[in-house]
């Protein structure tokens, strides 16, 4: 955004978004939203009210009609007509009445209470938008939700419990018993992203067969990463390793606790795990959430990516030619019936477990297998785009641009 002044008038420029705001693609679609997608856009949103609350602003009229999604899949969090400022001493930069859309404001925003504005307000809209992404219906008045509690909601089977109590903790009436910063939100997301014990196969019903790896650590394999060292280093908890390519790659796949580790097969393009989990329970959840993403490359696209959205955004899914890159500049021991060693152009090494993993172009996949008697070629890539979406997993190993 570009601030200037002119003619005695100050003005911003913003850039233009190539996208449509979440009220006019619910309008066109006339469906509400995914789980899973409203599980990104919320990461992203929140992200940016952390940074918009930091400098003390809140935004007062986040809805729907102001958050729009380009075709990467971004979110952006648009027109702050009606946002305002809290000076030091706590009053606001307004000595004007306020305006609010009814049902995506608080009580203390309805009754004008100024000095009670804060981070929970933007909270309190922020769930009452997640509420209409999720049901494509009006949220209930904060008069409503005080007289009826959680039956002022009407939530669909098909919206998780975690996901239900998020929005009405998110809409709570009394402004202390909200989330009070947006980080807080982001803690309890992150905290209830999978649990690493989950089992990652779905039951198929007799259906085709389901690419899923094992989870399970193979003895053996525990002192694999200890020759990193002293030196490696560690990017969102996760560790980086520099073996002479183009990009840095992680010591792990995602849902692994350690190298020694497999870690969980995911969906392509299921940013967090969500719709594997939601489409174990029932026939109807497959059906709900039986869709993909609309573009070909998902590498660090926050909706879709899920080593960008469960790592941050340092971390992606790789592309099919670096995968090509570490097939042909390094070198490759078979070090068991479940582990390969890759050493690098430098001498540096990481450890992959045998099995298929997903790079970020359209459902294409490395299979790592190793050495036969029927074929030398260790790996192969596969087009899976044309397979059942909802019965495809592979592993995820992240890696990070090098800057």
């Known amino acids: 955004m570009i601030l200037f002044e002119e003619n005695g008038t100050a003005y911003y420029v913003m ?3 190539d996208g449509e705001s979440l009220a006019e693609k619910m309008k066109k679609t006339g469906l509400p939203f995914t789980e899973a997608e409203v599980r990104g856009i919320l990461s992203q949103i929140l992200e940016a009210l952390k940074e918009v609350h930091q400098n003390e602003i809140w935004h007062l009229d986040l809805k729907p009609g102001n958050i729009m999604v380009d075709k990467q899949g971004n979110a952006y969090l648009i027109d702050f007509g009606a946002s305002k400022q809290i000076r030091a001493n706590g009053s606001m930069t307004t000595s004007t009445a306020l305006c609010y859309t009814p049902g995506y404001a608080p009580n203390e925003q309805i009754g004008q209470m100024y000095d009670r504005f804060g981070p929970w307000t933007d909270i309190y809209a922020l769930g009452a938008t997640i509420y209409n992404l999720l049901t494509n219906k009006k949220p209930p008045m904060a008069i409503d939700i005080e007289e009826d509690e959680e039956d002022a909601f009407d939530f669909s089977n098909s919206i998780s419990e975690e996901m239900r109590k998020l929005v009405v903790w998110m809409m709570q009436p009394k402004r202390k018993d ?11 997301l992150d905290y209830k992203q999978i649990d690493k014990k989950t089992n990652p196969i779905i039951e ?11 989870k399970n650590s193979i003895k053996g394999t525990a002192d694999y990463g200890k020759e990193h060292g002293k030196d490696s280093k560690r990017v969102n908890g996760h560790e980086i390793v520099d073996i002479g390519l183009n990009v840095y790659w992680s010591a792990q796949n995602i849902g692994a606790s350690s190298e020694d580790e497999v870690g969980l097969g995911y969906i392509w393009g299921d940013s967090n795990g969500w719709i594997q989990e939601e489409v174990k329970k029932s026939v109807l959840n497959r059906f709900l959430n039986n869709y993909k993403p609309q573009i070909d490359v998902i ?16 971390w992606r899914m790789p592309t099919l030619s670096e995968y090509e890159e570490l097939v042909t500049k390094c070198k490759w021991y078979e070090i068991d019936n479940y582990h390969m060693k890759v050493v690098g152009p430098n001498g540096k090494s990481i450890v992959f477990h045998k099995g298929p993993y997903w790079t970020g172009e359209k459902m294409k996949a490395f299979e790592l297998h190793g050495e036969t008697k029927k074929s030398k070629n260790f790996y192969t890539f596969y087009d899976r785009s044309s397979w059942n979406h909802l019965k495809t997993l592979c592993l995820i190993r992240p890696v990070m641009d090098k800057k």
């Open 15 to 17: 850039d233009y978004i």
């Open 204 to 214: 198929n019903e007799n259906e085709e067969t389901i690419i899923a790896p094992s």
């Open 299 to 314: 590498c660090g696209n926050q909706m879709y990516d899920t080593a960008t959205r469960m790592w941050g955004h340092s």
């Open 178 to 188: 909200r989330p009070q910063n947006a980080q807080e939100l982001l803690n309890r």
